[in-house]
């Protein structure tokens, strides 16, 4: 039950509310099936870049600012950067997009998982810089799944991958794999995940199939929050992005629109 939670759910906003972020200005970045909103926490309108500039699609995927300031976009048909009025787009890419992104150390990655189906990856370097050596890690190697759709380094330098087999904790030697567990009612609330988030007490968020899992990494523990269409105090429905505002509250972007905790 998340009700005892200081909750505001906002059913629709621009349709199925695919990621959201918190941009250099304040505002809140939406990405959905129907283009990008900005949104104050009161009112959304649509975004675009400018009037010649477009971005690739309007069906959004998924959305990264980096240190820098930038805005970066996934859509179904390419990437782009929004940074000081300018739009980039990656034509080298592949253009269906990448299934995950990520910044470590002022670089940007992306993983893609091959279309021919087989169970492995591939690492994209977007943004390359000089004497950069990538390794690749696939089931082979412990990875619980090849298809990876989000990748986090929490702060205490552990890097977590969530698939649709499980979470996975890589130390830089192993992978530690959580699934749920018969009988055990602090493990993970299902093998498919859909978002991954760290927020700033340390604890981490997972959406999953049966809903929203926040994990404690000092006691190993799993809670579990459920919507529950008859319950307005229930989340909104199926969770795929999480994010944190500069205030400190939680952002739930869901198929429905948003919630807030």
């Known amino acids: ?18 990621t959201i972020k918190q941009t250099p200005d304040g505002y809140l970045r939406t990405g959905t099936d ?7 926490g009161v009112r959304r309108e649509p975004w675009q870049p400018g009037r010649i500039a477009s971005l690739p699609s309007n069906a959004i995927r998924k959305l990264l600012v980096s240190g820098d300031g ?3 976009t996934d859509t179904d ?3 782009d950067s929004w940074k000081a009025g300018n739009l980039t787009l990656y034509p080298e890419l592949p253009r269906e997009g990448v299934d995950a992104f990520a910044e470590d150390g ?3 990655s992306g993983s893609k998982a091959p279309i021919s189906g087989d169970n492995s990856s591939i690492r994209l370097p977007l943004i390359e810089g000089k004497d950069i050596h990538f390794s ?13 759709d989000h990748i986090m380094q929490d702060n205490r330098g552990f890097l977590w991958f969530s698939t649709y087999n499980g979470l996975n904790r890589f130390e830089g030697y192993r992978f530690q794999i959580y699934k749920p567990e018969a009988g055990n009612p602090n493990s993970i609330g299902g093998v498919f995940l859909y978002a991954l988030f ?3 007490s340390g604890a981490l968020w997972l959406a999953v199939d049966q809903g929203l899992d926040r994990f404690d990494p000092v006691t190993g523990k799993f ?5 529950n269409p008859d319950d307005p105090a229930s989340l909104a429905g199926h969770v795929e992005h999480i994010a944190q505002d500069r205030d400190g509250m939680l952002w739930l972007a869901t198929r429905n629109g948003l919630d807030r905790l």
Do not use: M, N, P
Not at 34 to 40: A, E, L, T, V
Not at 223 to 227: A, D, G, K, N
């Open 70 to 72: 930038a805005v970066w």
């Open 198 to 200: 760290q927020d700033r």
């Open 1 to 18: 039950d998340i009700g005892h939670c200081a909750h505001k759910a906002w059913k629709v906003i621009g349709g199925s509310t695919k």
């Open 106 to 108: 002022g670089r940007i």
């Open 136 to 148: 690749h890690f696939t089931t082979e190697q412990g990875l619980s799944q090849g298809r990876v």
């Open 34 to 40: 129907s283009g990008s909103y900005r949104f104050d």
């Open 223 to 227: 809670l579990h929050f459920r919507s």
């Open 77 to 79: 048909k390419g990437l």
